[in-house]
């Protein structure tokens, strides 16, 4: 069975940094590609990055450009997400999600983890 | 970038009615598109991907199609374990992929 586990979430000072981690399992990890999706309280879903199967090619939302670094350990089936510079609208409840196809770019997210709240005041 | 426009923003129907969702692209995504389902509280959870396929282990009660620019969920016999928020989302044009703001379906 898949199991994505997110972690690293909490209370952070805005102009902060904060790393985001997603342990996985039961999947062969170094085969797919993996993103990062956050959700403000009460707010619907944002996509905030992506990063292919082998850290080929790595993309951001405009919002968290220049900011937020995806990255993944395929030797560790870990996923990680930078933060830095952080802002009270970065708060959200982040989640780490697996493409369904592997070796793929255009593929829809399935499944999702359990989700790592970020709360970014001072 | 492309916007997905999600409508009505609020449903609320009845046990047994039936629910269509809608979900506008501003410019085609071809078949690319998938809807979700999240809970209160819960982590969203894919019904449908390629516009029409339903995923694994998702009641033939949820049907998606459509094409281009324009998507329909529909949802047959209405449960009361149906009410949630319905997210569409793109993936046809990576590496940005964008969401939907959502639809409520709330079961009376």
């Known amino acids: 069975e898949v199991h994505l586990v997110e972690s690293g979430g909490g209370l952070v000072q805005p102009g902060r940094s904060l790393r985001l981690s997603c342990a996985v399992s039961g999947f062969n990890f170094e085969e797919y590609g993996m993103h990062w999706v956050r959700q403000a309280p009460g707010k619907g879903l944002e996509w905030v990055s992506s990063?292919?199967?082998?850290?080929?090619?790595?993309a951001y939302a405009a919002s968290v450009k220049g900011r937020f670094t995806i990255s993944r350990d395929n030797a560790k089936n870990s996923l990680y997400l930078q933060m830095s510079s952080l802002r009270a609208e970065d708060t959200a409840l982040y989640y780490c999600?697996?493409?369904?196809?592997?070796?793929?770019?255009?593929?829809?997210?399935?499944?999702w983890g359990q989700g790592t709240l970020v709360t970014v005041s001072s | 970038e492309i916007v997905l426009t999600q409508s009505p923003g609020t449903l609320s129907l009845s046990p047994g009615e039936g629910a269509t969702l809608f979900c506008r692209a501003s410019?085609?995504?071809?078949?690319?598109l998938a809807w979700y389902q999240q809970k209160p509280g819960q982590t969203p959870r894919l019904l449908i991907y390629g516009a029409s396929s339903r995923a694994t282990g998702i009641p033939d009660r949820f049907s998606g199609s459509g094409s281009g620019t324009d998507f329909t969920l529909s949802i047959s016999r209405l449960e009361p374990e149906d009410s949630a928020v319905y997210y569409c989302q793109h993936y046809a044009s990576s590496p940005t992929w964008t969401f939907g703001q959502g639809t409520k379906v709330e079961i009376k």
């Open positions: 410019q085609s995504v071809s078949g690319y």
């Open positions: 990063i292919t199967w082998n850290s080929g090619s790595v």
């Open positions: 999600a697996k493409l369904s196809e592997s070796r793929v770019t255009k593929s829809w997210f399935d499944p």
